[in-house]
């Protein structure tokens, strides 16, 4: 398995924008699909994006398209998500994933990472 650490989360103003950042490490990452997804309390884990081992095909959730961007660097063994113009409902832990090519469900998805809390004040 992929082991993944998260970081780049914290507080921010609506409006305001966050990097976050995947970093892996054991199995090779350019083999693996990549994730984001973030679960607010009380709801279920949500698939925000998701990218293929390339870095060719791109998925993002409707509630974030045109603000969020994911991408990935496999020689850095490193993915992102850049988060612009951010909302309260936006507010969760985001973890990132590893799994299956190209997949949006988080069964597909073999190693996550402990998850980074981003909290957007209004």
């Known amino acids: 398995q992929v082991q993944l650490v998260e970081s780049g989360g914290g507080l921010v103003q609506a409006g305001g924008s966050l990097r976050l950042s995947c970093a892996a490490s054991g199995r090779t990452f350019s083999a693996y699909g990549m994730g984001w997804f973030r679960q607010a309390p009380g709801k279920e884990r949500e698939v925000v994006a998701v990218?293929?081992?390339?870095?060719?095909?791109?998925y993002y959730a409707d509630s974030v398209k045109g603000r969020f961007t994911i991408s990935r660097d496999n020689a850095k063994n490193t993915g992102y998500l850049q988060m612009n113009s951010l909302k309260p409902e936006d507010t969760a832990v985001y973890y990132c994933a590893t799994g299956r090519d190209y997949v949006t469900d988080p069964s597909m998805f073999s190693s996550w990472g402990q998850g980074t809390q981003v909290t957007v004040s209004s």
């Open positions: 990218i293929n081992t390339g870095g060719t095909s791109i």
